[in-house]
Each structure stands twice: as C-alpha cells, then as structure tokens.
C-alpha cells in the first residue's frame, strides 16, 4: 500500500513538475525569448548567490566546523617523532588554510564584482608573462622548504637507530593482533608460516636458540620513554596496524616482515588524566581485510618500568606454553 | 562521405558509426552506471550513519540475504564500498567523461568529419557495453560482488576463502576490467590518431581548444597505463585460477597453509598503481578541458595565459607517471623511495596552481554570464583548490603516516577528483546539449541543481577531513567497536543527511535532461555565442558533421571581446582583419 502511494506521490510531481516548466516557457515564448538563455536578470541573482553560498555560507560553515569538530582530531602525540610529525602536519595546515582563505574569497568575489551586463565588455587580456612567471615561481618558492622540511622528518622517522630497541612483533591475520616479545635476548626466534600449528600460532621455530624466551601476549605493554621497534607480519592477507596516538603506521604484508621504531612519551595514566578516564591506546587494522576488520583491535598500555616488570614476569614464555604440555 | 545517408534504427541509434550518436551511448549509459554508484553509496550511508538499524530500503534492494532483517551485513558493506569506488572511477568519470565528450567534441572542435576510425569507435562503446553487463552481473551472484576493495589488493581479492566476494564475484569483475580496458585502449587510439590528423586546414596545434590539448593527452595517458592495469588483472586472473604465486606468499587461511611462496603482494600494488594514479589525472584533466573551455565562453574573456595551460597540463600528465609510490608509503617500501615519490608528489602542486591562477585571472574584469553550466565550472576551480590543498598533506610521506587509509584520503580524492570531475561532467552536458539534442535544458532546474549539488557535496566530502583527523580509518562498517570514536557519530550524521539531499537532487537533473531532449526549447545554432567550431553546425546533426565543405580555421579559439570587433566573440572562422595580430 505505502508503494503504491510512494509511487502515486512520485508521478504525480513530476506531472506538476512538466506542467510547471510548460508553463513557465509558454509565457516566455510570448514575450518572443528564449527562457533558457540567460538574461541581466539571472545574471545578477547568480552573481549574488554564487557570493553569499560559495564565499560566505561554505566558509563560515568551514570555521564552524573548525570551532566544533576540530575537538575530535587527536591529542597531541604520544611520542617523540609524533611531535615532529605533529608540527610539521601545524605548519602545513596554516599554509593550506592561508592559500585557502585567499583564493576561495577571490573566486567568489570575483563572481559578484564580474557578474555579467549586456552593456559591459570583458576586458581583452591574453596572458601576462610576468605575472605567470609570478605563480610559478612564488608555489615552488613555497614548496621547496616545505618539501625538504617533510623528507627530513620522514628521515628521521625512518632511519632512526633501533638497535638499543626493544623488539616486539606484531603478528596479523583475520580479525585478531597476536603481540610476541622477544625476551631477555631482546632477539625474535625464526618464524615460518609452515610451522603454524596449535599453540604455537605464530609459527615459531622453536629449534632457534633465540626462540625460547619469546613471550606471546594479547595485549601490548610498552614502558614509557624506552623506545620500541614493532616487527610486523601477516599470516592471511594485508593488514595495517595503525597506532593513531603515536602518529605509527605500517602494512603487515604476508610473506615479508615489515617494521616501524618509536619512543611513546606518555602513559596511559597521563592520557587518562588529560583526556578522560576512557582513554585507551589502540591498535587498529587500517587495510581493508574481511568482513570484521571494522574490529581488529588490541589494547596498548604504556606504564612504568616497574608496572611493566610486573606485567612481563606474569606472562608464560614460549619455552614454557609449547614444551611442558 | 559528407552526405546524409539513409540510416536504419539499427545503423543510428544502436551500432552506430556517428561520434555524435556514440557519445550519447557514452553519456547515458554513464549516467545509468552513476545513479547505480551513487545509490549503492546511500545504501552504506545509512549503515554508518545508523550502525546495526534496520532500515527496509537495504532490504529492499539487496534482500533477505545481505541485509537480514534491514540490518546491513558486513561483508555487503564491504561490497557495496568496492563497487561504489569501481563504477565512479572507471565506469562513470573515466568512460563516461571521456567517452562522452571525447567522442563528441574531438571531431567537431577540430574540424573533422568524424573519427579516423568509426568501426573502432563502435567497438569501443560495444566493449563498454559488455563491460557494463558483466560488471552488473556480478552484483546478483550467489557469493556477492567483488568486496576486496576498488584497488582489489591480494591476497585479499585472490582468496575466496578471505571473504565471500572473492569468488565468482571477482572473476567477473577483472573479466569486466578486462573488456573495460579494451575499450578504452581502442577509444584512446581512435582519439589520439583524430586529433593529430584529421585536424581541418589552419588548426594548428596552438590553436585548439583547451578541451581538445585535454582529451589528447588523456588519451596518451591511458593508452600508456591501461595496458599496465591489464597484466595486472591478468596475474590476478593466472594466481586465482591456475596457482601461480605472483601476488601470494607465505598465507595460512581458513585453516589451510597455501603452496605459494616467493610472491609478492608489493607487486600487485607497483602495477595496479601506475595505472592507478595516471587514472586520476586520466578523469581530471577531461574535466579541466571543460571547465577552461566553458569558462572562458561565459566570461567572455580568452582563458588566461593559454601557452600556460597548455604547459601545466602536459607537466601533470608526466608528473603523474612518476608519483604512483605516494600510495604506497606504508607499504614497507624502501623509505628512500617514500622520499623520491614525496618529492614528485608536491611538485604536482605548481602546475596544480598555476591553473587556479590563471581560472582565477580569467574571471578577472570577466563579463560573466552564470549559465548552469558556468556555474558547475566555477563550482570545479572551489572543489579543485579545497581538494588540491589537502592533497599537500596526503602526498608527504611523514604527514601520511597518519592519515593515511583514513576519511582524510576519502574526503580529499571525493572532493579533488569525485566531485570535482562530476561538476566538469555537468558543465560539458549543460553546455553542450544544444548541441547535442538540439534543444535547451531548462536553466532554474539547472540552477537549482547546481546549488542543493554544491552546499551537499561540501556537506558531504569537508567533514570527512575532521573524522580523518581524528584516526577513524575508511572502509570501517561501523565505527562503533572503538569508544574513541563514539563523539563523531553526529558527523556521520550529517555527512549522511547530505549524501541523500545531494543524491536525490541528481534525479531532478535526470529528469531535465529528458525532459528537455523532447520538450525543451528549440536551440539555435550557437546558443551561447562560442567561438569554437562546433557551433558552426546545423542544429540539426548529421553523419558528416557539415552539410557543405568543412571550415577552415583562421584565429584560435579565445578571441572574446576582443577590441575593435563588431560583437564580443569572433569564430574560429572568421579570416583575420588586414593588420589584426592574433593574439
């Protein structure tokens, strides 16, 4: 019943609709015009219009936006090449912000002041090659620290010195995180997918001498200003993991390990006393990878060296889990 | 050649050998595929904005099986995510924008009877066709679509065991990207070989339309690149049929330890991405033919610094094949390749701004005339400065690392290529309809569409910037699973209350272009007082273009309001006056 009514609604609008338009150039016709060319009139409207809506209206709803949802984007980073990356990301977004309050208020300025007049004549003016050679020459000038600015970041972030890291790997596959820490060694066992059987679900090899004191954990720990290489793997199809409060990202790629070194500089007590007592640091997959990968998560908790001691001497090593049984 | 001959049904309205009548199947089977695109996209609207309700539209569009009880199911959501992304971008703003407008304006603009080659043209569409069906097809599979993503990334999109829509459902999608490819590859000959020999006598190539410099270089583009995407396809084809291991290696699924080792799904990435990235620029610059053309007619100035344009497009068409990496920062790539492809990333931006200027200085003393068609070019250089700026963060590596696969990458390629290519599609169609259909579409709903078009699609695409920033990562089916995210919901919200104002205002642009095919007014035969060679032709169209001999060009396309002419735009035919410089 409620389709047939739907349908009748539909139809009988867009009769109204037809007989309108009829209407409307049948009166034109009349007056011996053409009601679809554009005349002074719709110039002036349009002009207007194109004002208030594409300067006014968007860039106010733009600061509003800024003013109520700039609260969701993330607090400030968790760690020490966040920081820069967080500056860096400041820099360029009052670059952006400033190209952006320039040209749309030219645009839509330029739509009202120039709206057209059948007295008026365009002004005939082909190109200029000074003022060409001007915004060519005043991007790149801008560009140019703003790109060796970001390659030194990116270089630093990427070509840190890890070998005072702590190692943990960060192991992959539909819909779950698996952490394994590789113990006093500070040395991950040899892994191969084959090997993948029962409880050792990571396929560890457990004949590697650096195997032993490997420790697999549901949950993530990480001692504050210690820093960190996460070894990531993938035992189905790609995964990301993305630690958003640590500005970390990386693929987890099945058939090659991939890496990402970072030092959190906060706990999450801190976290907690500055955002709310709901804060949690997550690791999220952030490549498409099935149909829970909207659920992929494990928990981070970044304490104390003491808080972690504790932790860390509570959990089994592998020698333990996979040769007692 | 030139006279009119005796067609039947069959020769004209379906295996037609006309451009003009080939353009039209492009157009309208794009505007088919983008109302099919656009509506799976509200249907997964409705899942984000309202997580887990039960809302009887999805039942009633994909049925008991996909969205039980109203309620969407994940991999569905997935799914529609997929096909959504494959039809915008190949199916709407790659065949149905360069398809469209190459075909129809290629040969009038240059002065040409029709294509060098109209069986090939022919074939072209009839490729497309079969594209279309198939890729259609698969939404009614037993197993769903293809559901691994539009960049289908292995070994997600190898392994049916990973997730439903990697069965059957991706067969038919890379056999439709396959006919997909090769229709693009003989349309892109076709126009290539057009435009470079058939130009009429005195169309030199300085004096071409922005709009023809546009398709020409688009066609080189994909001619280069679509090739790439289909050995691409190929290997995925030979890895999920004939156990090859090219994308696999080292994979445990469902329990079961795969043969395949030695692969690389890296690989996979390099490929599909040098095409995927020229593919951006391969349905941008179409758009930014148009909108240069429509805007310097309704300015009625000469677009700004022409040699520039020129200039910038053929430096973004080369840039584009040396940035595809910037999508593959985190991929584990050599951090010293992240840095070379950051590099050629933001030179993008000069060209990118030198283009703005010069739309920026065409509009300055303009006469402006707002047909809707001028308001949807204007409309581009607003999407195309907002979506390019943020695409300075998304091309620096360091940046990305955290934006990266977010709803910052989503808002930004939806405002700078979605929505922007959407308006040039929308001002070539309102401008050149008169030519077309010979009859006008009428201009309030144009105009009406225009502005509910733009106050959505900014209401769409701008708050997804602010859910990026605050880490929610795209292709999430709900984004409930982390309470860090519970604060956006009213976002999603509202992104999904313009999503459906927005979609639904398309439908009035529907029914103008309809309506006015048969009850709009009558056209005349330069309707807006263009210079360019197409509006030399009878209103009424023919096969042949030209009743008589074929023009011949004696100025470039530009000269509007030119000091000391008669009128306000003088026509590419129209001999230069003893002593008148060029330009």
Redesign the interface.
Known sequence: MTGILIGLIIAVS?IV??QL??V??LI??VKNE?????NDE??NT??I??FS??GV??LA??LW?FKY??I???PPASSIH?A??DT??RV??A??LF??FI??P??AW??LK????SK?????????NK??LA??II??LV?TP??IY??N???D???TDTSNSKVIELYA??FNWTARYSGDDNTLGKA???L?EGLNELGVNMNDENAGDDIITREVHLVVGEPVLLKMRS????H?A?L??F?????C????I??FGFTPTQTTAEMKNQEGD???F?L????????????M?MKVIVESQDDYDAWIYSQKTLKNTLTVK | MSEHHKETFITKYIFSLDHKMIAKQFLITGMFMGVVGMTLSLLFRLQLSNPGESFAVLEFFLGEKWAPGGVLDPNMYLALVTMHGTILVFWVLTAGLTGTFANFLIPLQIGARDMASGFMNMLSYWFFFAATVVLLSSLYVETGPASAGWTIYPPLSALPQAIPGSGLGQDLWLIAMTLFVVSSLLGGLNYIVTILNLRTKGMTMMRLPLTIWALLIVAILGVLSFPVLLSCSLLLIFDRSFGTSFYLSDIIIGGEALHNTGGSPILFEHLFWFLGHPEVYIILLPALGIVSEVISVNSRKPIFGYKAMVGALLVIALLSFVVWGHHMFLTGMDPFLGSVFTFTTLLIAIPSAVKVFNYLATLWRANIRFTPAMLFAIGFVSTFITGGLTGIILGDSALDINVHDTYFVTGHFHIVMGVSAIYGMMAGVYHWFPKMYGRMMNKKLGYFHFWVTFISAYGVFFPMHFLGLAGLPRRYYTNSAFPMFDELTNINEIITFFAIIGGLVQLLFIFNFFYSIFKGTKATENPWKSNTLEWTTPVERIHGNWPGEIPTVERWAYDYSKPDADDDFIPQTVPLKKGEIEH
Request: with cysteine.
């Open positions: 867009l609709l037809v338009l009829r409307n150039e034109s016709q053409d009601p679809n060319l554009v719709d110039n349009q002009g219009l194109a809506i594409m209206l968007f709803s733009v936006q949802w700039g969701h984007i993330l966040g820069t990356i860096l990301m360029t977004l670059l952006i190209v952006f040209t749309q030219i645009l330029f739509t120039y709206r057209g007049n008026r004549k365009a002004y005939y003016f082909v190109h200029n003022l060409e915004w060519t991007p790149s560009l703003l790109i970001g390659l970041v990116w270089n972030i990427t070509n596959k539909q191969n997918f084959k993948v035992q189905d199809v790609i990301s993305f958003p409060h500005r970390v990202q990386m693929n790629v099945p058939g090659m991939t890496q709901d804060f949690e997550v999220l997959c952030n490549k498409i990878c099935g149909a829970a990968h909207y659920n998560k």
